[in-house]
């Protein structure tokens, strides 16, 4: 199912909690499946004794995946026309993440309708991990 | 160097889809897929990253036979460099700053991806401590068999200089 364009407007949002109390083993599935496999991210011994962090921390990109089940729950699947990120914060294990997903722009390019949408995803302390932009196409 | 290519197999998107928190049957279920509006299994949006597992002596995966950065006995399977900080820790230093995607169509399983890298811009920035920051993109399209574009994505890694 897709967004349509008649039926969506600029300032729409979808929030959801995408991941309560983060564990180390989603990281270690995330690290067998993307082939990501640096220790920073499922070594504690590595990351606290070599690389001088507190412990093992998410990928960016696992946090980017994360959200982007929001974004294709959204839009609908196949939708998505470009996807993008800054990863502005660290994700830790045991934390909960919250997306949000806010229409910026509905447009028209070659015929087909198109939605600018603004993308943040926040730790439990409300303080933002990713932030981002995604283009999804809509149903007229 | 010899082409990459990213063969895009049902048991991969699945395990890709399950890591991140995704249930969505499109990314498994080729029946249901069969029903949507795409028609086949899909991979979700962030999959092309998983390229990685079919590129050739990538660094961050271990090498068989030859020693890895991780722990094992000691804190790090590498020893120590003479004379110099902790060398061990230079991987560490460099950092995912920003990932963009652009999508042609979705990644379906059945795809053979043929990756072809090419240049992208390097800046640099101060950060809050005076220290630089070397900013540098990594772009890799990704074409399907019969040659068209199907995922462009742009990498942006940090490292943080002296």
């Not at chain 1, 991210?41 to 994360?66: E, N, Q, S």
């Not at chain 2, 399983?109 to 890298?117: A, E, Q, R, S, Y």
């Not at chain 2, 399907?144 to 574009?149: A, H, N, V």
Request: aromatic letters at 8%; hydrophobic letters at 35%; proline letters at 6%.
């Amino acid at each position: 199912m897709a967004l349509s364009a008649s039926k969506l407007k600029v300032g729409d949002t979808k929030e959801e909690v995408l991941v309560d109390d983060l564990t180390r083993t989603q990281i270690v599935m995330y690290a067998g499946a993307s082939g990501d496999y640096n220790p920073l991210h499922t070594d504690d011994l590595f990351a606290t004794k070599v690389a001088g962090y507190p412990g093992v921390f998410a990928h960016g990109m696992l946090t980017m995946g994360i959200t982007g089940k929001l974004l294709t729950d959204w839009v609908g699947d196949g939708r998505l026309t470009k996807y993008g990120v800054r990863f502005v914060k660290q994700v830790w294990p045991g934390d909960t993440l919250t997306g949000k997903a806010t229409i910026k722009e509905i447009r028209s390019e070659d015929g087909v309708s198109l939605a600018d949408i603004e993308i943040v995803t926040t730790n439990q302390n409300g303080e933002p991990v990713v932030t981002g932009t995604a283009t999804a196409r809509l149903d007229p | 160097m010899a082409e990459e290519r990213f063969p895009v197999e049902a048991s991969h998107v699945m395990m890709f889809a399950r890591s991140v928190g995704d249930a969505n049957p499109i990314y498994y279920d080729p029946d249901y897929a069969a029903g949507t509006e795409v028609g086949a299994i899909i991979a979700p949006p962030t999959f092309a990253q998983a390229s990685a597992q079919f590129t050739e002596n990538y660094p961050l995966r271990p090498k068989i036979g030859e020693p890895w950065f991780g722990s094992g006995r000691e804190p790090t399977g590498l020893k120590p460099k003479t004379g110099g900080d902790d060398a061990n820790s230079d991987r560490a230093k460099g950092l995912h700053a920003e990932q963009h995607f652009e999508y042609r169509r979705p990644v379906k399983v059945g795809d053979v991806l043929i990756l072809k890298p090419r240049p992208g811009r390097t800046w640099e920035k101060q950060n809050r401590s005076g220290h630089t920051l070397t900013f540098s993109e990594h772009i890799v399209e990704y074409f399907d068999q019969s040659g068209e574009l199907v995922v462009t994505a742009i990498s942006v890694g940090v490292q943080t200089g002296g």
